[in-house]
């Protein structure tokens, strides 16, 4: 029996969804435990495609149970539509998903808050959200001023809700917005609340019960560390703990029955939204890592900014999430370079840093001290073994593993099942 918490180890897209599409076949059952429909997990499984953005991507197998628990925040919009489309590709939901009735709701003034904050902010500060309304969501949970999918059961809850819309209306007057309708706004609640109560549980009391049933669970991390609320570069960050920690609080079950942590790491790095990003490059490297990556935002489309690996996020990301092994992923993107360079410390103001420095304007500052290494020049998509890989790429790959200080788990050399390489786990 083992449960696994698998993490971004980067600032999200690093190809978790592929990652943990493979993982669960030997789990049985996957945890969302944070974030929310901001996330974009591709899965692709012999020609079909898949995005998913809060069911756990254990979905797509048939037996397999997926739990979204209580760190989430779910838009019950953007649930009904995801098991629609998902009903629609043949894909069997009932029966094999649960929601925790302690989980946060995103409603549709999350989404206006967030774009009105957005737009408040100057050039200089704006954070570049999904604008899902992920960040008001959790404000409302942290103020204690949220409703949560329990109360989709409660009797009252047209009048709970039809008070929590009176107050977001006085608040967009105050800022002179629209306010919203709010009958429209109850009835459209009340009519998916009645699609989503047959998935309604304890998720915690689920997931315990199962642990000691010695089922095995897997926790599907969304975005990335970099991205975490107390971690990430600050204020440009999501709302919630993207990093292990965040698996036992956003699921009720205890840190001790987590036997291992994986962090999933692309052989590159990349970043969607706004912030510090000391690799990042404006060449054409930068656009060459794009173009091959395919490197656009699974939920908004945006462009992904493209650059070097960095190995100051690498150690930083193995020592708060105690990662055990990197899955690292999109190691063909790399397969056209002559040379390749890794980031291995900061140079701030003519200092060295070998630590993530805390301040977002410090990293701003920082520039990358590079090391350069040749590149393979060889086509690596049809490898099976590690073995097999160019001696150029297995020296790279071995390079990252030993900079950072963890073992390699699991390499993914292209976007199908087939093209994952299992080395040590
Ligand atoms: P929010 O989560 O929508 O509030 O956005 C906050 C920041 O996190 C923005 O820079 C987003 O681009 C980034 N972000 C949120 N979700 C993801 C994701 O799944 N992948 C990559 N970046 C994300």
Redesign the pocket.
Known sequence: MSNTVLVGAQ???EGKGKVIDVLTADSDIVVRFQGGN???HTVKTGNEKYVLHLIPSGILHDDKMSVIANGVVVDPQGLVDEIRGLEKDNIKIEGKLRISDRAPIVFPFHKILDAKAESGRSYAQK????Q?G??PAYSDKVSREGMRIGDFLLTNFEEKLGAKIDAVNAQLAFFGKETVDKDAMIRDMVALGKIIKPYICDTQVYLNDAIKAGKDLLFEG??GTM?DIDFGTYP????SNTTAGGATTGSGVAPNKIDRVIGVIKAYTTR????PFPTELFDEDGATLARIGHEF?A?TGRPRRCGWFDAVVGRYAAAVNGADYWAMTKLDVMDTFKTIKVCVAYDYNGKRLENMPSDADVLSACKPIYVEKPGWQTPTTEITTFEELPQNAKDYVNYLCEITGVELGILSIGPKRESTVRVAI
């Open positions: 600032w999200g897209d901001n996330a974009g954070i570049g959200t999904t899902r992920i960040g969304a975005q991205l440009y960050v999501t709302s969607v939204g706004e912030g935002g939920t």
